[in-house]
């Protein structure tokens, strides 16, 4: 059976059953090529706030949350469901509760030590971005598997799981062209209500995704050199 006809299914308890996996070696030059041009294009990654109108095309989205779904997971349990939010007056709902949030943040819940840390990158409680971006994401986490019939197992690193999930769809909305930024209200209880999502699933990121603005602006930041950031024993 082809792997486009085949319908994932829990494998709880299933025996073992390996496949053969034979993928052709990439040539050494080739392979230098290609990790200089992709070490070239993630350093031009931004984290962006203003988004044009300009609508982006839906099958991007599409492939990007397919790749991100590719990512590896605790037992292949694969935890993650991620929402697409269509409707402007969910999203204006979204923002709403996002941003009284965030106030009670920035007045104080967040201790002076992160508004510190957070006052370079400019940010503040309001949220432009939830609303003006052309596409919308939600990324909730399985916090176990739930079943048609309520039967429920439990998940694995599902927290590292999704982390990897989330940091793969950025790798691919921003080589296909796209900017993205992932908010993390706190607390994110409300999204589960806002969206209707099941008991099992936690938020964990909403991603507006879009191109940036004619007049888009981001912090003048410095990323940490490679030696910073590797060792080697």
């Known amino acids: 059976m ?43 990654r931004r984290t962006v706030r203003h988004f044009s109108p300009d609508p982006v095309p839906e099958q991007v989205i599409r492939d990007a949350i397919a790749c991100a779904a590719t990512a590896p997971s605790g037992a292949h349990q694969q935890p993650w469901t991620f929402v697409r939010v269509k409707d402007p007056a969910v999203r204006e709902q979204i923002r709403a ?9 920035y007045d104080g819940r967040l201790g002076d030590e992160w508004l510190a840390a957070l006052r370079p990158l400019g940010t503040d409680a309001v949220k432009i971005h939830l609303t003006d971006a052309p596409a919308l994401l939600v990324v909730f986490q399985q916090r176990y598997w739930l079943g048609p019939d ?3 197992r439990k998940h694995y690193y599902v927290d590292e799981s999704v982390g990897i999930a989330v940091g793969m769809l950025l790798t691919a909305l921003h080589l296909s062209g796209l900017a993205a930024l ?7 209880r409300f999204l ?34 490679l030696d910073q950031v590797m060792t080697e024993v």
């Open 2 to 44: 082809s792997s486009e006809t085949r319908q994932w299914t829990p494998a709880h308890g299933a025996p073992y059953r390996p496949v053969a996996y034979r993928p052709a070696r990439m040539p050494s030059a080739q392979s230098l090529a290609r990790a200089a041009e992709l070490r070239t294009r993630m350093d031009e």
């Open 97 to 105: 509760a996002a941003e009284q949030e965030e106030q009670l943040s």
């Open 150 to 152: 309520g039967t429920k």
């Open 182 to 188: 992932i908010h993390t209200p706190s607390p994110m």
């Open 192 to 225: 589960s209500h806002v969206l209707r999502r099941p008991e099992n699933e936690k938020a964990f990121a909403v991603v507006p995704i879009g191109y940036p603005a004619e007049d888009c602006e981001v912090p003048d930041l410095l990323r940490k050199s």
